[in-house]
């Protein structure tokens, strides 16, 4: 496979050392996206072959245009690419029907978004109980995972808050929680901190530690080195291509 | 490559056929009503949170709504009028009246000096003459109508007093409360007997039993042997000119007796003096055999007076022909009204898309949001139609209770029979949902068809 030999030229994309029996939880195979405007299409990613790794903690770079949001949001089901396929766990996507998708994005995907995009309306309670209410759960069991998710991002004393009501660190905690809810396969975040300070930032990142730290498989978008270096694996993009593909040795 | 995708089945089924991590089977529920609920939520919250412009939207249902129900409470109550009165003077009678003519009036005006006595309208040689030349009518019930004081002891009341034959209350489907009617012997005899109208009996009896009791007209006593009914809609038939034509109190004496004790001639009171009218007959009841001929027997009647009265001093009322008539009237307004109704629940329904569609645009973040969070089209779809069919609903009801309350008010206020059916509330807000639904499927796939990502990124 062509595919195969391009990204492992680009360098370390072997599985973790000390996992015995590593498990391939998405595959992007020769992935492109062109944008049509009118006449005018656009290549906006060419060819994009990446593998990630269950417990994997990834940090997508590159600089501004050059395509990770567009990437994130083929990873989260949420487009669908131009060419290439996407094997979520070992399904291809590209296969599915529109409510199938949404069940993956529902049930199997956590999205961490830089704007929050909580609803307004909504109590934060009822913002981290919305996955599940789409996957039928009982009103009494979604009502108590949110109630512990809510308390597990320091937030159990303002569950009937409304969004406006908080700061942005505390939204996008709720966030978190909200993408937590139906404990996905993966949680996606695009720039999670970009909206936030410092503080709150590290706050966030504090959070995806743990998470990561209980194994679950994080992937994350960020401009910054510093947020970058706690992950375990760095993804530079380049006009839409894989520039770099480095994991932290140990 | 393929040595690597080792799948670990914990982590790896199908996510469509993987349960939910925190779930037991038994507590997910599918497509359960909780479900809706839910949405419904949302949506009375979203409604809620532009209650003006809520109340505005669902204007057009309400007046709509409103207005088939009190358009069908009239039409029904003027139909059931129709046939009230269809039936009170009978399908298969005629009615022919004394009318004091136009020109007469005049010139009695001019004059000075004693009042003279005009002298119109219907006499028995008219009947006569009708009933001789007609086949198929069965019976001829002719009246003479005055108006007198009569008295009880100290009570007195003006009343019309009818002078009639026998078959009165038969031609008129009008029945005896008690007591008796009086007989062909009395007719012949010229009997001083009186048949109360129940209104008079109550006016002039009001602690006595009538019956056996007299009552006094002029300078004569009657003996009251019976009490009518107490009478329903219509009025009909017993206005005599000049007479009032509400009060429907009236009291009935043998024809005989009406012509021997009152004369031909009467003097009554008006604005200008004193007016003296000699009148033979006031009413006569022509009764067909076969009800199809009415109509007909009713003309050939018409063309009869037309060559022996020189003026226009009668009327002629085929009580079958003023149903058809009311029957056809009433079908027109019912055609306006639907027409109304239709137009008014038209626009309603299109103010309900167009605020839907504002709701969708407005909401297309959230729309985003909810597609990223696992929401599918059908969800989106269920969740702005039940919107939509919340708002018409809401208007529906609205205009139900205002539909209920208007016939209310026009009977009060105009004294219109007005019937509210149950099937008109029922029919009228079942309308109103079915519009929220036909309304709000457009707006509601519009919101469906929303690509997430663009969604996501609409401000
Ligand atoms: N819907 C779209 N239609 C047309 N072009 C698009 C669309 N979405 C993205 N693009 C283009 O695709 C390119 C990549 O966009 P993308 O949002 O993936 O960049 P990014 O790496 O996330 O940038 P940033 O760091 O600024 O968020 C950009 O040049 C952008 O203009
Ligand atoms: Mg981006």
Known sequence: MATLEFSSSLGNTAPPAGIANPTIVASLEDISKTYYMGALAVEVLHGVSLEFFAGDYISIMGPSGCGKSTLMNILGCLDQPTAGKYFLGNEDTSQMLDDELSTIRGARLGFIFQSYNLIQQLNVLENIEMPLFYQGYA????????????????????????????????????????????????????????????????????????????????IMVTHSDELAERSQRWVRLLDGRVESDDRRDS | MDGWKVMTDAILESPLTRPAAHSHSSGRVRFSLVRYKKI??????????????????????????????????????????????????GASNILVKSVKPAEVEETSRQGFGPPQAIVYGLTLMDVDTIRNSIPGISNVIASRIVKKNVWNLGISMNTDVVGTAVDYPVSRNYNLQAGRFFSESEVRDHANVVVLSAEVADALFPIDNPLGGSIKIDSDYYNVIGIMEPEGFSNLGQNQAGASNSAPSRIFIPFSASKSRFGETTTRQTAGGMESETVELHEAIIQVDDQ?????????????????????????????????????????DSIVAGAIAGISLLVGGIGIMNIMLASVTERTREIGIRRALGAKKRDIIAQFLIEAVILSGVGGLIGVVLGIMIPFIISAFWGMTTIVTPIAPVLAFSISAMIGVIFGIYPSMRAADMDPVEALRHE
């Open chain 2, 40 to 89: 419904t939520q949302v949506g009375i919250k979203s409604i809620y949170s532009h209650g003006l412009r809520s109340l505005l939207t669902v204007l057009g249902i309400v007046i709509g709504v409103a207005a088939v129900i009190a358009m069908l409470a009239v039409s029904e109550g003027a139909s059931f009028e129709a046939q009230q009165q269809f039936r009170d003077l």
């Open chain 2, 292 to 332: 199809e001929a009415v109509i007909e027997v009713g003309e050939i009647i018409d063309q009869i007076l037309q060559r022996r009265h020189k003026k226009v001093d009668y009327t002629i009322e085929v009580p079958l022909a003023l149903l058809r008539q009311a029957e056809e009237s009433a079908l027109r």
């Open chain 1, 139 to 218: 009103a009494k069991q979604s009502n108590e995972i949110a109630m512990g998710l809510a308390e597990r991002v320091g937030l159990g004393d303002r569950v009937d808050h409304k969004p406006f009501e908080l700061s942005g660190g505390q939204q996008q905690r709720v966030a978190i929680a909200r993408a937590l809810a139906v404990d996905p396969l993966i949680i996606l975040a695009d720039e999670p901190t970009g909206n936030l300070d410092t503080k709150s930032g590290a706050e966030i990142l504090k959070l995806f530690d743990e998470l990561h730290g209980q194994g679950k498989t994080l």
